[in-house]
Nanobody, 121 residues
Framework: QVQLAESGGGLVQAGDSLRLSCAAS????????MGWFRQAPGKQRELVAA???????NYADSVKGRFTISRDNAKNTVYLQMNSLKPDDTAVYYC???????????????WGQGTQVTVSS
């Protein structure tokens, strides 16, 4: 099992950058596929970035080229570097383990509290 704690969010202006961290505990971290999700008010939670245990990454089109997901297995931590932030990026950001289903990757673990990212115009 993996327990997750997100941090690093804040209030920034459009064009600024933030780096989110996801501190994980549990023996399964090093072998788990990890993802960053976000949820804006009134919208569904969406997967924006994923990384395999070997470092292969995938991104939603909305963040591709601006966000970078990475992991440090020795520190049991996953990061999301967010550059060129836009107001549409405003959301609560969560990390989670991922599992493969017919339609793609979905969360497989328990949700943490998330961290708020607010981008002003």
């Amino acid at each position: 099992q993996v327990q997750l704690a997100e941090s690093g969010g804040g209030l920034v202006q459009a064009g600024d950058s933030l780096r989110l961290s996801c501190a994980a505990s549990g023996r399964t971290f090093s072998s788990a596929v990890m993802g960053w999700f976000r949820q804006a008010p009134g919208k569904q939670r969406e997967l924006v970035a994923a990384i395999t245990s070997g470092g292969t990454t995938n991104y939603a089109d909305s963040v591709k080229g601006r966000f970078t997901i990475s992991r440090d297995n020795a520190k049991n931590t996953v990061y999301l570097q967010m550059n060129s932030l836009k107001p549409d990026d405003t959301a609560v950001y969560y990390c989670n383990t991922l599992k493969r289903v017919f339609t793609g990757w979905v969360p497989s673990g328990s949700w943490g509290q998330g961290t708020q990212v607010t981008v002003s115009s």
